[in-house]
């Protein structure tokens, strides 16, 4: 599910309209109604919460974490069992509870009414008290008299039902401390969905009683045993979160037939090893459905959602073309071509689900009209084919343009609506088969340490799209509120951003990293897959990952920020002394920077590569002064000045190491600008 | 145990000796005997352990954490099972294996002999195995060819059997998460003895079966359970750390009678409240003993340790003078005093202790001659009271000097040697007696946030002191090597370094610190019992621990480095260019600081004790640089500008905000050495 197609994304961002809360909290995603009111109620030592309505186990723990989590931000022990309902702080009202196994169509609703002398929680049912309390946190902030949330009524609900983060642990594996951080983050961003897949050509992942060989022999020792998936899907569900588990059919499959291999199409053998054959399932032999019987048996039981994502994309039908006996069954079959064997093997698979009481999700390709309608459709191909699907009578969702291994910045992801497009123009009930769309974690170059920092903080824009009011657009205003909220996830244990240091000093090999940080915190990988284009050999999984492009931000905020100092500089007409002096700071910093980390890069085998990135940062820094230099005297840069320097422009913007540096564009601005008042904008 | 007598530490910090080691590793504690060769062993993906002589599961799953630590500090992705022996990187090789219950008397030694074409570690057993593993991780480098190990031969064995680190959960409760984090940090530097306080007046930490209103009523809900406790103990074993529970008897137990007043000498009732009866056990009625008895009886067979701590330090005979029951049993026993009735009471529980194989432990107060000689003093007096208990026939330990909660700088801890002062006269069977010390972390300002910045990194130099040779002791040296180790420690999973970033976000309530960052950087908590002594109520362990003093770091590198460069400036006769660059730059970003920082100041109620702080930094950034202008000029500053500027500092040194402001000093050097050559060193 790796190669997207990346279209129109400059359309996409030209076309984003502006619409800046008025209200000014730090709320995301944003609720759909916020009514600001006048003051605040406190939050003290004396801090409570009461329950009435509806009550069980499962909310007592989401209130019991609710209250350690406030302690955690607030530094205060506070009283961790709910009081009585006399005068709490808190009252939270569920009127009734939810599925045991929660269900696609729950309601999620949550309605908040803080006042000066207490605030009141209700929801339907227990779902929406979480929200609801994610949002209560969300509204606590510091003020000169001490913490409090402020005076407000708040209705929220979501748009969409299905709100998605789809995290690969076949390719790397990821263990579960680190998804259990990942599902905490999700809930505060009131996510409902772990699209878990687990297993690709490179792991399985999973532990199966009845075929041992699967972990054994298709994964490096590396799996999640059974009591550990138990436990971990019922702490997913303690958050609201269903786990909707992907088990690769018939292709992206290898992993399975190293244990298994006569369930392959090709004579094998198999193994996990990088480079070996792309194989696919044999879907003419009856033995691979009893396979595929007994094995979807045992994981059924192991996973209570109703739904149960069978992949099905990017079949290679090399292995069947060059297999005499599935052409025969081809054609005694009187099918075209293998884009019809594979609609018989998923009929025959939908039947197998069907009898487990489970819904067939796969991506775009299963799309057949030999389908039944229940079948979930998820596009990574985009609006369009999500549109398609829904014509047909499919539900579907939108997984294109929520790649976060693309390392796309936060609001380009942002500006990707499942509705737009080719969506756009459906009738009503076509569009209610729209149900939502899924962030996704390819893990290709990901660890454990780095997930995070791939993951977060740009998943939280992809939460709000998919939960706030499609006018909540502005990408100003959700930078301004994902810089508050990302700190704030580190609370959860999340290490998005503290994980960079670690890196660094890995790298460095010492205590003293402060230049390199100056250079980490100006570059982004590569985007799209330039990295994986790049490679000189086969990708390995088991290949080292500790360069800088692994450890540095998919998208810089020092960059984005000095982005901002140059466009309030240049549009204030060179006039904004705040801005200036800004920019001459991070430029002087750069300009001196390669001088001191210089020494640092010989040392280390894996900083060499930076080198010459340190001397464009470096170059960049002196030109952007001397820019600037002419702009205060009011004095135009002399053209072969300004000539010179667009070579040294070009060259900073070639990738390095895998890296881009991101200040090249607006240190280009001021060279721009500082030909005189022609350039102003 | 936190009434300290400070004696002398200048004294003792003006007698250290030089002793720089000559080969430059990082290693930390410093091993007994190190030859440096020539040259390195790659360190890359194709790195293997093999294993040969003993074996068992512990020492596999010791070597397997080995690898695992590699793969985190390295970022490859390693082999994970040992593999046959021909031609491993790294061969292991124990002799035979260690006792079932880690014993005191065990062989920690090891010898690890690296050459270009491998390494091989032999040791007695595997505990020597494990230290043998940790110094093999801190000799992982990174070169401009990729990571290695030198060629060395090192040969090491501890200077004392017992080198512990106390932690206190009764004051504050610490999850087992965050300790099984410290058990690591401790392995890291090769500490064996965790001494677990596990109850106070404050909370009572363990859950007894036989007495469940001892965690119930003596807790506020946060406690251990008996499973969590024997995992606990099973993953300190494994790391080849003993586990010695502490509980206290006859005092400090004011939670016990929560939920069994009937033990108290006075009528109670008791409760965990602050400000409750400083209370202690009644040691003249046989049910108290009946109580001892079966309660030991649970915790021994918890514990598998063969030393029980009993406490036994602070006894206040308030409630035994007022009770005339425990007066007329004093004189019907012919006793002098309340000491000679804990005499007799600890004598019983020896006995008790005894039946259960358990040697009793307590602090100085136990010490009295009707115990019989196997009781192990611990002195928190110094080691005065240490050598007394050795000439006695007691062996010792010493704590005094090593109490984390202090504050001191590392430099001090260091400078305690536990056969120093009285103890370095004893004849060599009493020196004998003294078994080691242990660090002292007593949690009555410590959460489970910022307790492992109070414990790291300063915790390793009192392991060096344990560790090493006693000739191990320049300071330099230290710091440079615990720098190093410092970083490296946030591998384990410690926060000691990244905790402040989050500490300084929820007091600043926004993303922006960088400015707080700078005043926090230079300013360390109170020394000795400061805090407690300024307090104006009664001290409450449920009050919030959430102001800069609770996630200050108590030793505060950028102060020490500043004055380094103060030194080394003055040193050269003010023509060090360097020092001098690095001088001014700090200067000036510090008077510039108050400007930046002072509307966040004014936000956050946490923030706003902080105000004349950032005021007295930014003055003194003024003053320091005046005086670095004077120096400049060779000019002498006038009289009456030094004497203003001795105003200043008088001001700038007075704690404020429970904080001091650590770079007083040197900017006080540079003003006197401004005076003129007479100044000059």
């Not at 018939?250 to 392959?264: M, Q, V």
């Not at 019809?340 to 197998?352: G, M, S, T, V």
Request: with cysteine; net charge negative; proline share 6%.
């Amino acid at each position: 599910m790796r190669t997207l197609l990346i279209a129109n994304a400059a359309l996409i961002l030209a076309s984003l309209a502006v619409a800046q809360p008025q209200h000014g909290l730090n709320l995301m995603p944003m609720p759909s109604s916020v009514q600001a009111g006048v003051g605040q109620l406190s939050v003290d030592r004396s801090f409570s919460v009461a329950m009435t309505g509806f009550g069980d186990a499962t909310l007592e723990r989401g209130v019991h974490r609710f209250v350690a989590e406030l302690s955690r931000q607030t530094g205060m022990f506070l009283q961790q069992k709910p009081v009585g309902s006399a005068n709490p702080t808190l009252l939270i009202h569920p009127v009734h509870g939810s599925e045991k196994a929660q269900k696609l169509s729950e309601d999620e609703s949550y309605e908040l009414v803080i006042s000066q002398s207490g605030a009141k929680l209700t929801a339907p049912n227990p779902l929406g008290i979480l929200h609801g309390l994610q949002t209560f946190l969300q509204l606590v902030e510091i003020t000169a008299k001490g913490f409090a949330v402020p005076v407000v009524t708040i209705k929220d609900q979501p748009r969409f039902a299905w709100r998605g983060l789809l995290i690969d642990v076949g390719r790397h594996f990821i263990p579960l401390d680190v998804l259990k951080h990942n599902l905490d983050g999700m809930a505060a961003v009131k996510m409902n969905v772990l699209h878990w897949h687990l297993y690709d050509n490179e792991g399985f992942r999973v532990e199966s009683k009845r075929f041992p060989k699967l972990q054994e022999a298709g994964s490096d020792g590396l799996y999640y045993r059974q009591d550990e998936i138990r436990e971990f899907v019922a702490y997913a569900h303690d958050r609201g979160i269903r786990v909707v588990p992907e088990f690769e059919m018939p292709g992206h499959s290898r992993s399975l037939f190293a244990g298994y291999p006569e369930l392959a199409s090709g004579p094998g053998p198999y193994t996990i090893e990088p480079g070996g054959a792309d194989a696919v399932m044999d879907p003419t032999r009856e033995e691979t459905y009893k396979f595929i019987y007994k094995f979807i048996d045992e994981m059924a039981r192991l996973f209570p959602d109703n739904y149960f994502h069978i992949g099905g994309d990017e079949v290679n039908g090399h292995q069947w073309d060059a297999n005499p006996k599935i052409q025969a069954f081809i054609h005694a079959h009187g099918m075209k071509n293998n884009q019809e064997l594979q609609a018989y093997f998923n009929q025959r698979l939908q039947k197998i689900l069907s009898k487990h009481h489970k819904i067939m999700m796969g991506w775009d390709e299963v799309l057949h009209p030999n389908l039944p309608k229940t079948v979930v459709v998820q596009s990574w191909r985009g609006q369009q084919s999500l549109a398609t699907a829904a014509q047909q009578g499919y539900s579907g969702l939108l997984s294109f343009g929520y790649y976060l291994d693309l390392m796309w910045p936060a609001s380009r992801h942002y500006a990707v609506d499942p509705m737009s497009g080719a969506a756009a123009s459906l009738n009503p009930e076509e569009k209610s088969r729209i149900l939502g769309g899924e962030a996704c974690m390819w893990s290709e170059w990901v660890t454990p340490e780095n997930i995070d920092s791939r993951i977060w903080p740009r998943n939280a824009a992809i939460a709000e799209r998919l939960w706030s009011s499609p006018e909540v657009q502005d990408p100003g205003s959700m930078y301004a509120r994902l810089d508050e909220l990302s700190w704030r996830l580190e609370w959860l244990g999340l290490t998005h951003r503290s994980n960079l240091i670690s890196a660094l000093h890995r790298m460095a090999g010492t205590d003293d990293i402060a230049a390199l940080h100056t250079l980490a915190e100006v570059v982004e990988p590569v985007k799209d897959y330039a990295r994986m284009d790049s490679l000189k050999t086969v990708w390995d999984f088991r290949a080292p990952l500790n360069r800088l492009v692994d450890a540095a931000n998919p998208e810089s905020n020092q960059a984005r920020h000095f982005r901002d100092s140059v466009q309030a500089y240049i549009g204030s007409g060179f006039t904004d002394p705040a801005a200036e002096g800004e920019i001459r700071r991070n430029l002087a910093t750069w300009r001196d920077n390669d001088a001191r980390l210089r020494p640092l890069l010989e040392q280390s085998f894996l900083l060499h590569e930076l080198v010459p990135l340190s001397e464009d940062l470096s170059a960049l820094g002196v030109a952007g002064l001397t820019a600037l230099d002419y702009l205060d005297r009011s004095e135009a840069s002399p053209e072969p000045w300004r000539a010179q320097q667009l070579a040294l422009l070009d060259r900073a913007r070639t990738p390095k190491a895998d890296l881009l540096l991101m200040v090249v564009a607006p240190v280009q601005r001021l060279i721009e600008a500082s030909a005189g008042q022609t350039q102003k904008p």
